[in-house]
Nanobody, 116 residues
């Protein structure tokens, strides 16, 4: 059984910063990718940033240059440093883990609210 525990959401003013963390625990899996998705009210869930097993990263156009994803392999933890936050970044942020053998896991979500 794999478990994802997220932390770090909250309320911040526009232009501010937040750092999200997601720790994966469990047995019998190898990480393929870890990443962050977000879902705003009335919108579909969208990819924010993903880091692969080889360390390669992928960002959505809307956050590239402002957000940085990183991973601590020893701790099975992924981080999302969010700088220059905008009100349109307001959403529930979900940690995602894809594993080998293939499985897809989601965290419980953490609210990020950016006030103008």
């Amino acid at each position: 059984q794999v478990r994802l525990v997220e932390s770090g959401g909250g309320l911040v003013q526009a232009g501010g910063s937040l750092r999200l963390s997601c720790a994966a625990s469990g047995r019998g899996f190898s990480i393929l990718t870890m990443g962050w998705y977000r879902q705003a009210p009335g919108e579909q869930r969208e990819m924010v940033a993903v880091v692969a097993r080889d360390g390669s990263t992928n960002y959505s156009d809307s956050v590239r240059g402002r957000f940085t994803i990183s991973r601590d392999n020893a701790k099975n933890t992924v981080y999302l440093q969010m700088n220059s936050l905008k009100p349109e970044d307001t959403a529930v942020y979900y940690c995602n883990l894809k594993t080998v053998p293939w499985s897809n896991f989601w965290g419980q979500g953490t609210q990020v609210t950016v006030s103008s």
